[in-house]
Structure formats: C-alpha cells, structure tokens
C-alpha cells in the first residue's frame, strides 16, 4: 500500500482511504450494518488505514459504524471526521433536509465544541486524527472557526485540521490564522477542476489533497449494466451523468481500455483510482465501499503502478468517449 503523509502534521496514512458516505444510507438507497463493519474491517486488514467519515452521513450512523468496527482496533486507524452541518441549531445557513431534520451549514465557535464532543462518542475515541470542516459557512468567520479548531488540537480531542469543499481565496484565509494539513476535494478522471485552482495553492503551503469521489460515485468503477435501475433516495437515480446515453459513452471507454486493463492484471476501478493517485493532483484517494469485496478492491488500487504510457492511454481514452457526461 502506498503511503502519504497529512500536510504539516506530519502524520502517515495510507495513499487510499476508506470512504464512509454511503454507509450512512442517506441518498444511498439505504444501509447494510453488517456489511459496513466488514468494510471497515477488510480495508485494514488491506493496508488502508485512513477511514473519512462525517456527522452528516446518516445523522451519526456512519460515525457509529466505524466507532464499533475499530474497537479494539482504533491504534491501526487514522480516522477522518468533520464538523459544520448541524442540525442541532437553526444558527447558520439552511443547506438541505435529512430524514425529516433540516441540517444547517454553521462553523460558530459554540457548534464546534458541541460536534466534536458527539463525534468522539460515536466513534469511541478520545482524540479525532483530521478534524475537516464540512462545508464553508458563510454567516462564521474563519477567523473564528480556525480559533475553535486551534483549541481543539492544543487540548488533544484532534490532531490535524483539515478543510473541505472549499475555493482557494477561503482556503488561503484558513491559512492566514494557522496550519492546514489536508485539504478535502471532489477529484477524479471526469472532475478535474481543482488542478487549475485549489491544487497549485495547497502545493505552496505543503496542505495534503484528498481527492473525493474517486469513482464518481460509481461511474468510473467500470460498464454500468443498462437495465441497472437507482432505487429509493439514492441520488443516482436521479444524477443525469446516469443515463442510458452515459452508460453508452462508458461502456465504450472501458472497451477501449481493456486490453490495458487486461495488461495491467488489475480491475476497472482499480486503474481509476490508481490513475488518481499517479496523476499527481492529489496526494490521497478517498473511495467509498459499502461491503468487504468493494473494500478489498479498493485498496488493491494502491499496488497498481500505471506509468507514463498507461497515464497517457487513459486520458487520451477519457477525451474521446467522456467529454460529454458533464
């Protein structure tokens, strides 16, 4: 498994990490426990140590998730969590509803305190290694956001501070008022705006780039059978880069790259998300796994080596059948 380290921390992870959204259920189509905790599980027992999760997903649920599946593993785990949906107070901005409760993007001072103390009783712990802000709240100076997240670390509940879903000039405020270690983005083959904006400012201050969605949420994993129907909330059902069209143009970029793949001895989405890291934006992969075989493949990704050639052969790919999915 590869290895990187989180910005000025200094603290190592592995390059792929565990992605915890879709454990939560919400916007998923729902959640398997049992087959969460395996997740969880198998990927340590793969060599991914760095488990991302969130408040959000699921109101708690994820969080309690990975708080049972690392007991007595919790020294093996780096473990990922954010703050600033809350839906404890209606202080902020109104950003969307979750199971019937309105969650409120706010980043105060006094909703920190409060949501670090839940998340490290869901999770069982009593220290959070990256502390990541959610998303931005407009209504909250980062002045005072990077206080409450600089008392945090000096009383030992997290160890690093990381930002999420953030533009450059905001990232260089967080900057202004202390270190950020990790910076927490959508990244992949199709989502690559970041490396013409937030990247080049995280290279400069030495902040990690964690890339999210690595897969797309699953486009990218390889050809989508046509007749595969999005049940219940989950939010493919409803996402246009879906559609029959879509799977189409994707099932023609996979045929167009299964002798590499065939060369490569590797999956699909193994060459996606070594494509990630190999491509030098990003410094870690965040990939989302909902049982232990999706774990398991996921973190063989990190022993795939793809080189100049494959790198070239796969964007070129990407340009004649992708540029149209959006």
Same mark, same amino acid.
């Given at each position: 498994?590869?290895?990187?380290?989180?910005?000025?921390?200094?603290?190592?992870?592995?390059?792929?990490?565990?992605?915890?959204?879709?454990?939560?259920?919400?916007?998923?189509?729902?959640?398997?426990?049992?087959?969460?905790?395996?997740?969880?599980?198998?990927?340590?027992?793969?060599? !991914?140590?760095?488990?991302?999760?969130?408040?959000?997903?699921?109101? @708690?649920?994820?969080?309690?998730?990975?708080?049972?599946?690392?007991?007595?593993?919790?020294?093996?785990?780096?473990?990922?969590?954010?703050?600033?949906?809350?839906?404890?107070?209606?202080?902020?901005?109104?950003?969307?509803? *979750? =199971?019937?409760?309105?969650?409120?993007?706010?980043?105060?001072?006094?909703?920190?305190?409060? *949501?670090?103390?839940?998340?490290?009783?869901?999770?069982?712990?009593?220290?959070?290694?990256?502390?990541?802000?959610?998303?931005?709240?407009?209504?909250?100076?980062?002045?005072?956001?990077?206080?409450?997240?600089?008392?945090?670390?000096?009383?030992?509940?997290?160890?690093?501070?990381? !930002?999420?879903?953030?533009?450059?000039?905001?990232?260089?405020?967080?900057?202004?008022?202390?270190?950020?270690?990790?910076?927490?983005?959508?990244?992949?083959?199709?989502?690559?705006?970041? *490396?013409?904006?937030?990247?080049?400012?995280?290279? *400069?201050? @030495?902040?990690?780039?964690?890339?999210?969605?690595?897969?797309?949420?699953?486009?990218?994993?390889?050809?989508?059978?046509?007749? #595969?129907?999005?049940?219940?909330? =989950?939010? #493919?059902?409803?996402?246009?880069?879906?559609?029959?069209?879509?799977?189409?143009?994707?099932?023609?970029?996979?045929?167009?790259?299964?002798?590499?793949?065939?060369?490569?001895?590797?999956?699909?989405?193994?060459?996606?998300?070594?494509?990630?890291?190999?491509? @030098?934006?990003?410094?870690?992969?965040?990939? @989302?796994?909902?049982?232990?075989?999706?774990?398991?493949?996921?973190?063989?990704?990190?022993?795939?080596?793809?080189?100049?050639?494959?790198?070239?052969?796969? =964007?070129?790919?990407?340009?004649?059948?992708?540029?149209?999915?959006?």
């Amino acid at each position: 498994m590869k290895t990187t380290t989180l910005g000025p921390s200094g603290i190592r992870c592995s390059a792929i990490g565990l992605g915890t959204w879709a454990m939560g259920g919400w916007m998923w189509g729902g959640g398997d426990n049992a087959g969460a905790t395996l997740a969880i599980q198998a990927s340590l027992d793969a060599g !991914v140590t760095l488990i991302d999760t969130a408040p959000a997903y699921g109101l @708690g649920r994820s969080e309690r998730l990975v708080g049972t599946a690392l007991k007595g593993r919790r020294h093996e785990a780096v473990i990922a969590t954010k703050c600033g949906l809350v839906w404890h107070t209606h202080k902020g901005t109104h950003f969307f509803e *979750e =199971d019937g409760h309105p969650v409120y993007r706010y980043l105060g001072r006094d909703a920190i305190a409060y *949501e670090v103390e839940q998340s490290l009783a869901n999770l069982q712990t009593d220290y959070i290694d990256l502390y990541i802000t959610h998303w931005q709240d407009a209504t909250t100076p980062v002045a005072e956001t990077m206080g409450a997240l600089l008392d945090l670390k000096k009383q030992g509940k997290i160890r690093a501070i990381g !930002v999420s879903n953030v533009d450059a000039a905001t990232l260089a405020e967080y900057l202004r008022h202390g270190p950020v270690d990790a910076a927490q983005e959508r990244y992949s083959l199709i989502d690559r705006e970041i *490396e013409a904006t937030l990247v080049p400012l995280c290279k *400069e201050h @030495g902040v990690a780039v964690m890339g999210y969605s690595s897969l797309a949420l699953g486009l990218l994993a390889g050809p989508i059978d046509p007749a #595969r129907a999005f049940t219940g909330d =989950d939010q #493919r059902a409803s996402n246009p880069r879906f559609s029959a069209d879509n799977r189409a143009r994707l099932a023609a970029f996979f045929a167009d790259l299964e002798p590499l793949r065939a060369a490569l001895g590797c999956s699909f989405s193994e060459m996606m998300i070594a494509w990630t890291l190999e491509h @030098g934006a990003v410094s870690l992969s965040l990939c @989302g796994a909902r049982n232990r075989q999706q774990a398991i493949q996921n973190a063989a990704a990190g022993s795939v080596a793809l080189g100049a050639d494959a790198l070239l052969q796969i =964007d070129t790919a990407a340009k004649r059948h992708l540029g149209a999915l959006g």
